[in-house]
Structure formats: structure tokens, C-alpha cells
């Protein structure tokens, strides 16, 4: 997917959300795809207590600036899906 909508940080553009290919900070559409994806992951493990470690570790991935490498964030995703099935599973 080479579109993306962020507005997760004041460099937004024009106020409004960065859009296209990439972002203001050079974020690119597909890392910003596969955080939003991350983050979907992440809301489905929420509250889990035994997660809370992964789910802060998760959150800091998204932090503008601290990752942009698409593999890392997508062997995250791999793993929060994993977890969101996982607890899907154990309740
Ligand atoms: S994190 Fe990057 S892509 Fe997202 S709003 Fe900020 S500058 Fe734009």
C-alpha cells in the first residue's frame, strides 16, 4: 500500500495529517500502515496484565522517529497478532 493518513505528532502536515508516500518526519506509507495494523493488534490485548510489558514495548515502536524499519515492525505485528489469538483463545 503506497497511501497513508498520520497524524500522530505535532510535525503533521499542514496541521492536518501527512499523506501520500510519506510523512513530514520521512516515515514512510508502508511503516505507517504496519504501525497502524501494530496498534490494532495492541488494542486487542489491552488489559491483559500479563501483556502490559509487550503492550508499552509495542507502544514505543510507534513513537515518531524511533522506528522506521519496516521489518522490525513487522515481526512485532507478527507477535501481537500471535498474542491477540492466543488470548482470544484463553478466555
Ligand atoms: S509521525 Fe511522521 S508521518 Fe506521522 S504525523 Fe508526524 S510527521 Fe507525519
Known sequence: MNEMFCFQCEQTAMCKGCTGKAGVCGKSAEVANLQDQLLGALIGIAGDRSADKLV???LFATITNV????????????VWSML????????
Open 56 to 58: 508499552i514495548e509495542g
Open 67 to 78: 522506528d522506521f524499519d519496516p521489518k522490525d515492525i513487522t515481526s512485532m505485528k507478527r
Open 84 to 91: 491477540v489469538v492466543w488470548k482470544t483463545y484463553k478466555h
